[in-house]
């Protein structure tokens, strides 16, 4: 026998993060060699939000129940969390990577593949600027009043989400926090 076929079976999250991880450090081998970068691959939920990478929430909290709702590779450095570049979504990953270790020959090199086009992936739902007028506007801050009003407030064609639904979409957004203050004022 001159060869030994083993097939095994890994959950499709763990493989993406695995691919993940081998892009990334190619990208680290083909910056080290041109520029010896600074090669941090762990991030705080405050500097990922400061990047401002496309599909993370804006704010350190948000981003933060983002990467726990994602389950993110995370490590415990000194008092903070730190997030691994793998965990990022596609989009923010690769535009991190991109930023970091000004890699923009390496697409062309055919390492990243750009992701694909989803039409309008950093869009939200059609509910959620409604929903955001309301609070600001006649509901003065009451998620209760503005989530009842909310049927008559929706463009044509669209439909009201549950509210399970609306929740995950408004902490992924970061406007949890958003609507949070309007209350307390």
């Known amino acids: ?32 060699s041109r520029d010896g970068l600074d090669m941090q691959e762990w991030f705080s939920a405050a500097e990922l939000a400061a990047m401002r990478l496309p599909g993370l929430p804006a704010s350190a909290g948000a981003l933060a129940r983002k990467a726990n709702l994602g389950n993110w590779p995370r490590q415990r450095i000194g008092r903070h969390v ?8 596609a989009r923010a990953f690769d535009t991190l ?3 970091k270790f000004g890699l ?15 039409g309008a992936p950093n ?15 006649e509901a003065k801050g009451d998620l209760g009043k503005a989530w009842r009003a909310l049927p008559e407030h929706m463009p044509p064609g669209a439909s009201v989400p549950t509210a399970d639904e609306a929740a995950t979409v408004l902490v992924e957004l970061g406007l949890s926090e958003k609507i949070a203050s309007w209350r307390e004022h």
């Open 123 to 137: 869009t939200a739902p059609p509910w959620v600027l409604p929903l955001m007028r309301l609070m600001r506007g």
């Open 82 to 89: 730190a997030y691994h570049v793998a965990g990022l979504p």
């Open 97 to 99: 990577v991109m930023r």
């Open 104 to 118: 923009e020959g390496v697409e062309a090199a055919g390492l990243l593949r750009p992701p694909p086009d989803t």
């Open 1 to 32: 026998m001159s060869s030994f076929n083993l097939t095994v079976q890994v959950d499709a999250k763990e493989w993406a993060y695995c691919q993940r991880r081998l892009t990334f450090l190619q990208s680290l081998v083909v910056a080290l």
